[in-house]
């Protein structure tokens, strides 16, 4: 089942534009984490966020998280057509096995 | 190895055969993840191994499917009587144990295409 939900389903913008992508879920968590998905093959992890974090920077990513609405966003600022993918939040919940739930992804389409 | 592998790249197969797919982690990490995705869907839990043994496999949809992972190392992940339902990618990850709770690294993951 899938816990989570990335709001919008999809995207689209121009290059140089900043995309934002967000992310709720159900349950308290440990951490949340946030992958990349070209062509519906392998995930490349862009992010972990703990869940005493509240913001982090990774070169043009900014993630946020706030526990008490259960929700999360991605920021990716001055987009390139190359950050054209799908976006998944997955989250690993407390008292399970550190197994990852994801959302259901957002589509992001960069145009020149 | 440099990342997690995964083998093979493609698999199709006929309803009803068995079939077997393989995933190597990152060296030296002892937790590996199993998942499967359908087309427009995040990717689901199947099985997590710490070491050698599945300290949880929730994930297994019925008794058809089955993961091995005998030396805490390479894992083989096993579908029996296979149907067409289970045409999805199958992922692979794997990650440390230090605090258990740690980044997950994924494989490029094995299209099952059951006909």
């Known amino acids: 089942s899938q816990q989570g939900e990335e709001d919008p389903q999809a995207l689209s913008i121009q290059e140089g534009e900043n995309a934002t992508m967000n992310c709720s879920y159900k349950?308290?968590?440990?951490?949340l984490q946030w992958y990349r998905q070209n062509s519906g093959r392998g995930l490349v992890h862009l992010i972990l966020?703990?869940?005493?974090?509240r913001e982090k920077h990774s070169g043009r990513l900014r993630v946020t998280l706030d526990t008490s609405k259960k929700s999360s966003s991605l920021l990716i600022t001055a987009s390139r057509a190359a950050d054209t993918a799908s976006y998944f939040c997955a989250t690993d919940a407390t008292g399970t096995a550190s197994k990852l739930t994801f959302g259901t992804g957002t589509r992001l389409q960069v145009t020149l | 190895g440099a990342g997690v592998s995964q083998t093979p790249s493609n698999k199709v197969t006929e309803k009803g055969k068995y079939v077997e797919l393989r995933c190597d982690p990152i060296s030296g990490h002892t937790a590996l993840y199993w998942y499967r995705q359908s087309l427009g869907q995040g990717p689901e839990f199947l099985i997590y191994?710490?070491?050698?043994?599945?300290?949880?496999d929730s994930g297994l949809p019925n008794d058809r499917f089955f993961a091995v992972r005998p030396e805490g190392s390479v894992s083989t992940l096993k579908i029996q009587r296979t149907e067409r339902g289970d045409s999805a990618v199958y992922l692979c990850?794997?990650?440390?144990?230090?605090?258990?709770?740690?980044?997950?690294?994924f494989g490029p993951g094995t299209r099952l295409t059951v006909l």
């Open positions: 191994f710490q070491g050698t043994g599945a300290a949880d």
């Open positions: 966020i703990r869940s005493n974090e």
């Open positions: 990850a794997s990650s440390q144990w230090s605090s258990g709770r740690d980044t997950q690294y």
């Open positions: 349950t308290s968590i440990n951490n």
